[in-house]
Nanobody
């Protein structure tokens, strides 16, 4: 089992920054990711990172603005959100998988464990 706890959401103006953090406990994870869900929309992929190598991937909509990083000593994964836009407003979820093999890491179906989510609101 893996337990995930997110923190760091909040209200920010357009162009501002936030840093989200996800603390993991329990089993070691192969990869962790961030997804987001806006009202009335499906949960969508934002970013993912491989815990051993640090290799990261991003959705096109956040590339160049968001940065995912991990600290294996602390067992945390952070998401730095810069140049925020109103369309970034959503609940952000941390996710983790212990499986080395599976469907694409951009798919929410790849992840067995999820955090409770943290709200990010960007005002115009």
């Amino acid at each position: 089992q893996v337990q995930l706890v997110e923190s760091g959401g909040g209200l920010v103006q357009t162009g501002g920054s936030l840093r989200l953090s996800c603390a993991a406990s329990g089993r070691s994870t192969y990869a962790m990711g961030w997804f987001r869900q806006a009202p009335g929309k499906e949960r969508e992929f934002v970013a993912r990172i491989l815990m051993n190598s640090g290799n990261a991937g991003y959705a096109d909509s956040v590339k160049g603005r968001f940065t995912i990083s991990r600290d294996n000593a602390k067992n945390t994964v952070d998401l730095q959100l810069n140049s925020l836009k109103p369309e970034d407003t959503a609940i952000y979820f941390c996710a983790a998988t212990t499986a080395v093999i599976g469907v694409s890491l951009v798919s929410r179906n790849r992840y067995e464990y999820w955090g409770q989510g943290t709200q990010v609101t960007v005002s115009s």
